[in-house]
Structure formats: structure tokens, C-alpha cells
């Protein structure tokens, strides 16, 4: 398990660019994707603690600028270890999330996202709401409800409003470097961008809070 992660990772670059294509064209990367699910969550809960300052409090917020913290339960592990790796390497630009992976072995990494995901929300029949016209181009990834059609694409449904904003600002202006959301959020106008994170924060259930192991 432990080679079929390392193995993804190396493949990673060229599989992103692939993804926009497959996606459309159907579910192919699904099966090696779930392959990089192998962490050991036990091993995780001892090496998370030092996340629940801001993972496990409900509503907390990065202070500047200000949003929420993102909520990781009940995320995709395998979207998770992508994240924790693109802190690590500094394509995402948050000085603090940086600071806590870059001493993150991918083992570390792995076993600490099977943690934090938990069990992986699944799609519901009836989204909340009616998707804004924007979300046409969205749901080829991250489905109609929000969660994620394939393991690899983060689950938005119940994310703070907030930190979706942030996060597509982010891919827009550059702060995160992903070559699959650039050019999606790119097109994306600020009132796009509003009714995005508004409609897919209201999705349900929810992604929510991390809490610690029960002993
Ligand atoms: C000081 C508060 C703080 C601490 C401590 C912290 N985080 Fe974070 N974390 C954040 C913030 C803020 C973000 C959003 C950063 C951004 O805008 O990209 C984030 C983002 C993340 C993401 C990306 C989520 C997504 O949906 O893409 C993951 C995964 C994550 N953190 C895991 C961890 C882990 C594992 C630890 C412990 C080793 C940790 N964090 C410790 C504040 C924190
Ligand atoms: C071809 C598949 C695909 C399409 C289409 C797509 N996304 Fe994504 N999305 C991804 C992937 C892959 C990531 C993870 C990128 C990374 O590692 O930072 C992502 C990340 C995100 C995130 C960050 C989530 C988090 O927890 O930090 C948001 C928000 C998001 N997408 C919203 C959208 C919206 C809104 C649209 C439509 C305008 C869209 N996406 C279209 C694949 C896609």
C-alpha cells in the first residue's frame, strides 16, 4: 500500500493534467486513485494532536486574512494527502498549513489523512438548493451535491462558505498552484465565486470538525 502511495505521487504531475479530461470522459482513474488509500489511522490519531487547535474547534478562524478554517472530516483521504503534499512542497502559499506539513514524512502524511477523513460523506439523491448557472462546469468533479465523484477531488459539501471563497480566490490569483483548478477558477467572476461557496456550504450532510480518538 505504502509503494502504491509513493507510486501516485510521482505520477501526480502528469495524472493532473489528465484529470480534466477522464473526468469528463468518465470515472478511469477511480480504481488506481482508491489504490492510494492506504494509511494507517490508528497511527494517525497519535500524530494529529497538534491539529486540533484549529481542526477540531468549530468556526475557528485564520486570522489574517479572515476565514474559517476548512472542515477535513469526512473529506476523500486520498484529496487530503494531495493537500498536506502541496503545503509541504509550498504550492499552496499558507504560511502556517506549510509550517505544519514540511516536516511530514508521506507516511506521516497518509496515515494522518485516513485519520482526519474518517468516513468519506457519500452523494445524496436531492441537492440543496438550485445549483448557480457557474456550477455547470463543476459537477463533472465534484458532483451535484458537493462530494467528490472521484477520491482525488475534494468534497465541498458543508465547507465554510468562507474558505470556498478563499480557496477559489486562491486558485485565481495564484496562491494555489493547480494546474486542474486554474483554469476553472480563472473563468469565474466574484459573483460566480459567491454563489459557488454559498451553494455548495449549504450542502448536506456536512463535512465537519475533526475530534479527537476515543480511548
Ligand atoms: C493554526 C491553525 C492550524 C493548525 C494548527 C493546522 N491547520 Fe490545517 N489549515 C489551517 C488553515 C487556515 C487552512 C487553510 C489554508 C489555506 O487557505 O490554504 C488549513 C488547511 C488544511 C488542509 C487542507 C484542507 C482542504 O480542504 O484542502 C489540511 C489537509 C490540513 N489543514 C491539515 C492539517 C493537519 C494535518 C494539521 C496538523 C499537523 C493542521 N492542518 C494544523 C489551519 C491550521
Ligand atoms: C476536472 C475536475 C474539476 C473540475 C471541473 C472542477 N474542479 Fe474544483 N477541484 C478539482 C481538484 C482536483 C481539486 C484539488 C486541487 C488541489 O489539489 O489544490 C479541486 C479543488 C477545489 C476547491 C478547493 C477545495 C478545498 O477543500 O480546498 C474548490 C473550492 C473547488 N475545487 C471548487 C470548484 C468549482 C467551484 C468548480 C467549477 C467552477 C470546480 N471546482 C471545477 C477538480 C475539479
Known amino acids: ?23 469528463f470522459a468518465g470515472h ?6 482508491q489504490d492510494a488509500a492506504g494509511g494507517d489511522a490508528a497511527r494517525g490519531a497519535q500524530l494529529v494532536y497538534t491539529c486540533f ?23 476523500h483521504a486520498e484529496y487530503l494527502v494531495l493537500a498536506l503534499q502541496a503545503y509541504r512542497a509550498g504550492e499552496r502559499s ?6 505544519n506539513a514540511t516536516s511530514l514524512s508521506d507516511e506521516d502524511i497518509a496515515d494522518m489523512a485516513a485519520y482526519l477523513a474518517g468516513a468519506p460523506l457519500q452523494p445524496v439523491a436531492n441537492p440543496v438548493g438550485t445549483p448557480p448557472e457557474a456550477a455547470q462546469v463543476c459537477v463533472a468533479c465534484h458532483g451535484n451535491d ?6 482525488m477531488y475534494p468534497t465541498l459539501s458543508g465547507q465554510h462558505e ?12 495564484g496562491g494555489r498552484k493547480n494546474p486542474v483548478m486554474e483554469p476553472f477558477a480563472a ?17 448536506r450532510p456536512a463535512l465537519d470538525i475533526v475530534t479527537p480518538a476515543k480511548r
Open 1 to 23: 500500500m505504502r509503494s502504491t502511495v509513493r507510486t501516485w505521487r510521482v505520477f501526480r504531475s502528469w495524472t493532473m493534467g489528465l484529470l480534466a479530461a477522464t473526468a
Open 146 to 151: 458537493g462530494v467528490g465523484i472521484a477520491p
Open 53 to 75: 487547535g484549529c481542526h477540531g474547534i468549530p468556526n475557528y478562524k485564520n486570522a489574517a486574512p479572515v476565514y474559517n478554517v476548512p472542515r477535513l472530516r469526512g473529506q
Open 94 to 99: 499558507h504560511g502556517t498549513m506549510h509550517a
Open 162 to 173: 468562507s474558505y470556498l471563497e478563499r480557496a477559489l480566490h486562491d486558485y485565481k490569483k
Open 28 to 33: 478511469g482513474l477511480e480504481a488506481q486513485a
Open 187 to 203: 473563468q469565474l467572476s466574484e459573483a460566480d465565486i459567491k454563489a459557488l461557496a454559498a451553494y455548495y456550504a449549504q450542502q
